[in-house]
C-alpha cells in the first residue's frame, strides 16, 4: 500500500498494532519510503490505513496541506483485495471518473522508482526516462551563430553533469532485473548524443565503438565522464543494498538470511553474488598493479620508469571492502562498503581491458594497413596512456562560469575530443583525402598536422598558465625567459635561455629554474634504445607501455645531461640498467652543476596536457606553499571554488588543449591552400 501525505511526499516510519489502532510500541513496520506497507494480510494493512484511528486518520490531522487521497493506492502480486475500499485505487470497486472500473495496479512509483509487476516496472521506467531524457532532442540542434558561441562546451556539461546523473540514481536503487531495460535505452540516447558533439559519424564504426569504450571512462583515467550506469547496475544496486543492509533487516526481518545464509529474495541473492564478485575483481586488480610495479624500464640517465596504470582514482583500501559475512552479521563499519568502491573496482578493470583493445588494434592496422591510418608504431596504445596521466583530462572537468578563462570554442572541443578518443578529424578529412590522392605521407587522426605545425604558439599558452601558478604565491617576481635578450636569464643559467626563473624559491633560498615542454608522443620515428658501440645506449621509445615513455627519457637527457656509464663496446639494456652509456651535456649544466639552482623539467603531452611526475611535484609545492599561509594571487572564479592545485592544473589543461588544436587547425588551412595552389 502506498500513501503520499501532503503534497512532498515524504519519508515517515509508522507501527502498528495487530488491529488498526495506531500503536508504537509494536514492532512492526507499516510506513516505510512514501509510506509503504510490505507483506502484510490486505485486510490489515487496509484497515490500519483507513479503519478508524488509522494512518489516514492521523495524515489528515498532521498535515497542513494533504492531497494523499488521490495519490493513495494499494498493490498485490497475488492477493484478494475486496476488501479495500472503493476510492482507494487499485481497489477491484474503484472507478475512473466516467465510472468505469480501473482495474488492478500493476506497478506504482515511488522514490524515483517503481514497483510491482517486473514487466510493467520495465515498461514504466522506461518511459520515465525517455521523458526525462527528451531534451536531449533540443539540446542536439544547438550550433554556434554569430552571438552565441561554445555551444559544443555546453553540451557536454549537459550530457555530463545533467543527464548521466538521471541514470545514476535509477541505477542505485532499481533492481537490475528492471532497471536493464531502461537504462539500456538511456545509455544508448547518451551516446547518441555524445556522438553528435564529437563528430563521431565521420569515423569507421570500430573506431567509433572505441572510442565510445573509452568516453565512459572517468577523466581521470583518459575518459570524458560520460557515465551512463548501464555496465556497472548491479553493482551499484548491490552497494546500495548492502550498505544499508542492517537498517533494512532491522525494519522488515523477513529480509534476513536463512540459517544456511541464504535468501529467499532473489534480489538480495545477486546482490551478495555481484559483490563477491567485485571482491574478486579487486584482487585481480591489485595482482595487476603489483605485477606491473614489478615491470622497469631502466633509463640512460640511471633511473626507471615502471609500466603505467592510473593512479588518479585510488583503489578501495582493504579495510574498506570488508568479507560478505562481516556485512551479513553486522560486524563491520556501518559506512562499509564505501559507495564508490565498487565503481573504482569497476572503472580499474575496464581500463584495463581497454588497453587491451587497444593494442590489439595496433596489431590490426600493423597487419592490415589503409589508407588514412597513422605511420606512429603503437600509435592507440600510446595515446590511450598519455591521454590517462595525471590531469590530463583536466579540460573536461572545468565548469564553465561564462568568461574566456574556462571556454572551449566548440571546433576546439571537438578535435580535442576526436584526438582524445581516437577519432578521424572530421574538419581535416575532405583536405586529407585530396592530400592522399597526391601522394603525401598523411593521416586522419592530425598526427601529421601536428608534427609539421608551428609549435611556439602551444607552448607560450603552456609556458603562460605555468607563469600564473607561480607568480600566485611568489615572493619575488618571476623572470620570464626571453630569446631576443639572453641576458634575462643569464644569471640562471649561461649558454641557454631559462623558460621561467624563481629567484630564492628553491630550498635553502636557492634560485629555481623552470624548463617547459609541450612534446607530442607520437612520432613517425621510433627508437627500440639499443644504441651503438660508439654512442652507447639511447632513449627507447616505450609510450605504449610506460607513462611518457615516448618523451621524458629524451627530455631529461637533453637538458639536464647524462654521466657516462660502462664500457665503450658493452651493449646497454634498458631491462637491467647495463651496458655503455655517452656523457651527454645537457642545456642547463650550468645551471645544475656550476650556479646549483633547483631544476625543475615540466613536461607536458599534446593529449590534455598530461603532468610528468616533475610537473606534478611542482605544482604541488605551490599548492602546499599557499596553504601554509602564504600570499595567492590567484583569480578564482566568483561562481564557485576550486583549490589552487585543481584551478592551475585545469588552466594549464586547457591551455595545451586550445595551442594544440589551433595549431593542427593552422597547418591544415595551410596544406589546404597549398593544395589549392597546386
Known amino acids: 500500500m502506498l500513501s503520499l501525505p501532503g503534497s512532498g511526499g515524504g519519508y515517515q516510519s509508522f507501527k502498528v498494532g495487530d488491529g488498526n489502532e495506531l500503536n508504537e510500541s509494536v514492532e512492526c513496520l507499516i510506513g516505510f519510503a512514501d509510506d509503504i506497507c510490505q507483506n ?50 487499485g481497489s477491484p470497486a474503484h472507478r475512473d471518473k466516467e465510472g468505469k472500473p480501473t482495474g488492478r495496479v500493476d506497478c506504482f512509483k515511488a522514490v524515483g522508482t517503481f514497483f510491482g509487476d517486473p514487466e510493467a516496472c520495465k515498461k514504466e521506467l522506461t518511459a520515465h526516462l525517455r521523458k526525462k531524457l527528451a531534451p536531449l532532442d533540443v539540446i542536439d540542434t544547438i550550433v554556434d551563430t554569430d552571438c552565441v558561441t561554445n555551444t559544443s562546451q555546453l553540451r557536454l556539461n549537459l550530457v555530463q553533469r545533467i543527464a548521466c546523473a538521471k541514470t545514476k540514481y535509477i541505477a542505485g536503487i532499481t533492481p537490475p532485473n528492471v532497471a536493464c531495460e531502461a537504462l539500456e535505452f538511456a545509455h544508448n540516447r ?28 572517468p577523466t581521470e583515467m583518459g575518459g570524458c565522464n560520460i557515465d551512463t550506469a ?68 631502466h633509463t640512460v640517465r640511471g633511473g626507471y620508469l615502471t609500466e603505467f596504470y592510473p593512479k588518479s582514482v585510488p583503489l578501495p583500501e582493504p ?71 595525471p590531469f590530463a583530462g583536466k579540460a573536461f572537468d572545468v565548469r564553465v562560469d561564462g568568461t574566456y578563462a574556462t571556454a572551449l570554442s566548440s571546433d576546439t572541443l571537438q578535435d580535442e ?8 578529424l572530421s574538419a581535416a578529412l575532405p583536405t586529407l583525402r585530396v592530400a592522399l590522392e597526391r601522394g603525401m605521407p598523411v593521416d586522419f587522426f592530425g598526427d601529421y598536422l601536428y608534427n609539421k605545425a608551428h609549435h611556439r604558439r602551444p607552448h ?18 618571476v623572470v620570464h625567459g626571453d630569446k631576443e635578450k ?8 649561461e649558454g641557454y635561455k631559462v623558460d621561467l626563473a624563481e629567484p630564492h624559491a628553491g630550498p635553502g633560498g636557492c634560485d629555481e629554474v623552470n624548463e617547459i615542454k609541450l612534446w607530442t608522443p607520437l612520432l613517425k620515428t621510433s627508437s627500440p634504445g639499443v644504441g651503438n658501440a660508439s654512442s652507447g645506449g639511447t632513449p627507447a621509445s616505450v609510450g605504449h607501455s610506460y607513462a611518457f615513455g615516448n618523451t621524458e627519457e629524451k627530455a631529461r637527457r637533453l637538458n639536464m645531461g647524462c654521466k657516462a656509464r660502462g664500457q665503450p663496446g658493452q651493449p646497454f639494456s634498458h631491462k637491467t640498467g647495463h651496458g655503455y652509456v655517452k656523457a651527454h651535456r645537457g642545456f642547463y649544466h650550468d645551471a645544475i652543476f656550476v650556479k646549483r639552482n633547483n631544476f625543475n623539467l615540466l613536461l607536458h603531452e599534446t593529449f590534455g596536457g598530461g603532468f610528468s611526475p616533475t610537473a606534478v611535484l611542482k605544482l604541488r609545492r605551490l599548492a602546499r606553499k599557499v596553504a601554509r599561509g602564504s600570499v595567492d594571487r590567484t583569480a578564482y572564479s566568483p561562481k564557485y571554488s576550486l583549490s589552487f592545485m585543481s584551478h592551475h592544473a585545469e588552466r594549464i589543461s586547457l591551455s595545451v588543449v586550445r595551442g594544440v588544436n589551433r595549431a593542427i587547425r593552422s597547418h591544415l588551412a595551410t596544406l589546404s591552400a597549398r593544395l589549392a595552389r597546386a
Open 40 to 89: 502484510d494480510e490486505p485486510s490489515h494493512a487496509v484497515a490500519a490505513y483507513s479503519g478508524p484511528k488509522g494512518l489516514l486518520e492521523a495524515q489528515k490531522k498532521g498535515a497542513s496541506v494533504f492531497d494523499g487521497v488521490s495519490k493513495s493506492l494499494i498493490y498485490s502480486p497475488e492477493g484478494d483485495l475486496s476488501c479495500a475500499p472503493g476510492w482507494l485505487r
Open 190 to 217: 547518451i551516446r547518441k548524443s555524445f556522438e553528435s558533439i564529437a563528430r563521431a559519424d565521420a569515423s569507421p564504426q570500430a573506431l567509433r565503438d572505441l572510442a565510445w569504450l573509452q568516453a565512459q571512462l
Open 230 to 297: 548501464f555496465t556497472r547496475a548491479d553493482s551499484d544496486f548491490s552497494m546500495s543494498l548492502l550498505k544499508n543492509w542492517r537498517t533494512l533487516v532491522a525494519h522488515n526481518p523477513d529480509f534476513a538470511l536463512d540459517e544456511g545464509g541464504a535468501s529467499k529474495y532473489p534480489a538480495i541473492a545477486a546482490a551478495i553474488a555481484t559483490y563477491e564478485s567485485a571482491l574478486s575483481d579487486w584482487k585481480e586488480v591489485c595482482e595487476k598493479r603489483t605485477a606491473r610495479d614489478k615491470n622497469k624500464y
Open 319 to 389: 579495510e574498506s571492502l570488508p568479507a560478505t559475512d562481516a556485512i551479513l552479521n553486522g560486524t563491520c563499519k556501518s559506512t562499509y562498503p564505501r559507495p564508490r568502491a565498487l565503481a573504482a573496482i569497476k572503472n580499474h578493470k575496464d581500463w584495463f581491458a581497454h588497453q587491451e583493445l587497444v593494442k590489439a588494434r595496433d596489431v590490426h592496422v600493423k597487419n592490415n594497413p589503409s589508407l588514412g591510418d597513422s605511420a606512429v608504431n603503437n600509435r592507440e596504445a600510446a595515446r590511450f596512456v598519455s591521454a590517462s596521466t
Open 417 to 424: 575530443l576526436q584526438r582524445k578518443l581516437g577519432l578521424w
Open 460 to 477: 607560450d599558452g603552456v609556458l603562460a598558465a605555468w607563469a600564473d601558478a607561480m607568480r600566485a604565491p611568489a615572493n619575488a617576481p
Open 486 to 493: 639572453p641576458e634575462l636569464t643569464r644569471q640562471y643559467n
